[in-house]
């Protein structure tokens, strides 16, 4: 097993191991479990956004055809807080690499994260430009961003209740 295979897996154990120990006091914390309300709501509508505007579509044939562009790399630089947050949103984080040679995230259908990078949020391939068009590329662009913005609050939120809570875990 490579080193940065080897990464991820420590990475989200520790992920899971933070969240066997805080889960619960983590949704009942009110700054870390309003911001996690509000990503939640955030993700769910930027995700029918990507249905009704054709991304999912477009990006699964891809991925069938091709192997999608989640480079193996790009999986590679999720750390533990972000990995928490995600396991926080209820997603099953993945124990093996489900796609050789593609990112350890990415499952038969499609991501398994619900909070991503902006890497993973915010590329949009020429074709897939020229298929939505500038319009609704502008508008999920804004929508993005916001999701981002929420999931670096919800990150620094996360570090300063770990911190608090069990500062031996970072
Ligand atoms: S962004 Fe482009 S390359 Fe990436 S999965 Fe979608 S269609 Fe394929
Ligand atoms: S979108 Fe998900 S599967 Fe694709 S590279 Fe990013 S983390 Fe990996």
Known sequence: MSEAETNVKKQIEKARVLHA???AACLADPEVGGLLVALDLRVKASDSFMVSSGVAMACGRCAEATGSCCFKEMGESYGFI??????????????????????????KKGCTLKTRHSFCL???????????????????????????????????????????????RL
């Open 21 to 23: 120990a805080l889960g």
């Open 122 to 168: 915010n590329y949009f391939c020429p074709e897939l430009i020229a298929f939505l068009g500038e319009k609704t590329v502008l508008e999920l662009q804004r929508q993005v961003g916001e999701q981002l913005s929420l999931g670096w609050e919800l990150e620094r939120a996360l570090t300063r209740y770990i911190t608090r809570s069990i500062p031996e």
């Open 82 to 107: 972000e990995l928490l947050a995600n396991r926080l949103l209820g997603a099953e984080l993945p124990r093996e690499r489900e796609l050789p040679g593609g990112c350890f995230f990415v499952g």
